[in-house]
């Protein structure tokens, strides 16, 4: 089983819309967690941590779920800007080893 | 504040010939991670430092690939004798703790003939 799966999408959807990604991670001892940014044929960027007790910034939301071992992204009003890959990243501090998912593929159309 | 750097940004050579990757971390960043991500994939970790020793190697193709950060600055990523499988773009990414966010250079993407 992999460390981290994600759903690649494409997601494709109108501006203003609301959308949510989730990514499910299978080792209960990870302690960290991220939400990444990766534009085509560019680097991956982060785009926020994730903490225990959820957090905001501006349109961005994450949350996430120990029990079920998932984190969420939630993405208000996009806009066409937020065409992109979303990673999410998950890590152990045993080892600090990180893992990657394979991303989920945004789209946002005027 | 200066982002990693990495050069090349582009390498073509065929198979069974030799490259050599480098990057030049965030300044005081005593992680650094190098990183292959193939097309349509996310980034798959290669090897960690932290300052001049190896964390994490487990999954480097050891017969093939190597890395060193000597000084526990730069560091550079050797593939030899390249095969087909390992085109893709090399990511060098540096943290300031070793369970910190990090922060990626633009890549070097590869492509073997």
């Known amino acids: 089983r992999k460390e981290v799966e994600q759903d690649p999408g494409p997601f494709n959807v109108p501006e203003g819309a609301t959308v949510a990604f989730n990514c499910t991670y299978s080792n209960s001892a990870s302690q960290s967690f991220f939400w990444y940014r990766q534009d085509c044929r560019k680097e991956p960027k982060l785009l926020m941590s994730v903490y225990s007790s959820g957090n905001e910034d501006g349109r961005f939301t994450a949350q996430l779920n120990r029990a079920s071992q998932y984190i969420s992204l939630l993405i208000r009003d996009s806009k066409l800007s937020d065409s992109a890959t979303y990673l999410c990243v998950v890590s152990r501090n045993t080892g600090n080893q990180f893992y990657f998912g394979t991303g989920t593929s945004l789209t946002v159309i005027p | 504040e200066a982002g990693v750097a990495q050069s090349p940004r582009y390498k073509i050579i065929e198979k069974r010939q030799s490259v050599a990757f480098w990057c030049n971390p965030i300044s005081g960043h005593a992680t650094l991670y190098w990183y292959q991500q193939i097309l349509g994939q996310g980034p798959k970790l290669l090897i960690q430092f932290q300052n001049n020793g190896v964390v994490d190697d487990s999954q480097l193709p050891k017969d093939r690939f190597s890395a060193e950060r000597l000084k526990g600055v730069d560091s550079t990523l050797k593939i030899q004798p390249a095969k087909l499988e390992d085109s893709a773009v090399y990511l060098c990414?540096?943290?300031?703790?070793?369970?910190?966010?990090?922060?990626f250079g633009d890549g070097t993407r590869l492509s073997i003939l």
């Open positions: 990414a540096s943290s300031s703790r070793s369970v910190g966010p990090q922060h």
